[in-house]
């Protein structure tokens, strides 16, 4: 529960100083109806929410014993384990240039789903292809923010407006 309400108030900070930190982005007169202050604000705002949802969650819930680790390989696997799921997610960045944004977001939560020990199946397909499809539609629909094109696979996704 510590840990939790200690996270919870380090990311609270953070998303306070990144909210800070958007307000010295100017704006311009070729600015849209968003600006270019929009989306860090929104990712600021979400920050904050997620973090006030944890703090909430850490002073509702019972307090458990934390199981201690005490097994030095226990403690090196999820160093291994973290540098593992870094790299899953380094490897969104050549499949984006590649497959383009959609197919690349697709694979990216397929990957990160079953790197996390998730079983494959067609909800886990389902659950890639709802993850996709709304962060297309938040980026590409809602903010008007153009994504890649695939070198490979040509994207039909990031000129379409609904």
Known sequence: MRKDLVASAVLLLVAS???WATTDIPTTTLSDDIGPRGLPNVLS???????IGLGARALLAAPVAAPEI??????????LRAFGLLLVGALYVPAAYALGYVPAI?????AIAAYEGARVSWRLFAVAAG???IFWLLFVQALGIPQPDGVLLPSMFSEFRL
């Open 17 to 19: 100083l990144y909210y």
């Open 45 to 51: 705002i979400l920050l904050a929410l997620l973090a």
């Open 70 to 79: 005490e097994d030095d390989k226990e403690k090196e696997a999820s160093t």
């Open 106 to 110: 697709f694979l990216l939560v397929v």
């Open 131 to 133: 993850g996709a499809a």
